[in-house]
Nanobody, 122 residues
Framework: QVQLVESGGGLVQPGGSLRLSCAVS????????IGWFRQAPGKERQGFLC????????YYADSVKGRFTISRDNAKNTMYLQMTNLKPDDTAVYYC???????????????WGQGTQVTVSS
């Protein structure tokens, strides 16, 4: 059974940092591209990051480039999203998903996590 489980969300002040985790089961993390998406209140879900397996490239949307970075712990089958210099506009429910591409479309997504709430507010 394929599962993706996000964790690590919470309330943070502007300029602060958070690290989200995406623990996967039912498949080997390093065999798949993993995408990150977020849905802000009243808006559609949007992709902002696509991490390819192995030594493949990672694509970042302009809105997060330079602030968000990704890492993989293949032994734990877990991906980490380190978010720094957070802004109120980053407030959203964050999802990881299996499969993605450089356009950040959800067209290729096979499975979604349940999401974790990130709120950036003073």
């Amino acid at each position: 059974q394929v599962q993706l489980v996000e964790s690590g969300g919470g309330l943070v002040q502007p300029g602060g940092s958070l690290r989200l985790s995406c623990a996967v089961s039912g498949f080997t993390l390093d065999d798949y591209a993993i995408g990150w998406f977020r849905q802000a209140p009243g808006k559609e879900r949007q992709g902002f990051l696509c991490s390819n397996p192995g030594n493949g490239p990672t694509y970042y949307a302009d809105s997060v480039k330079g602030r968000f970075t990704i890492s993989r712990d293949n032994a734990k089958n877990t991906m980490y999203l380190q978010m720094t210099n957070l802004k109120p506009d980053d407030t959203a429910v964050y999802y990881c998903a299996s499969e993605c591409d450089y356009t950040f479309s959800d067209y290729h997504v096979d499975y979604w996590g349940q999401g974790t709430q990130v709120t950036v507010s003073s």
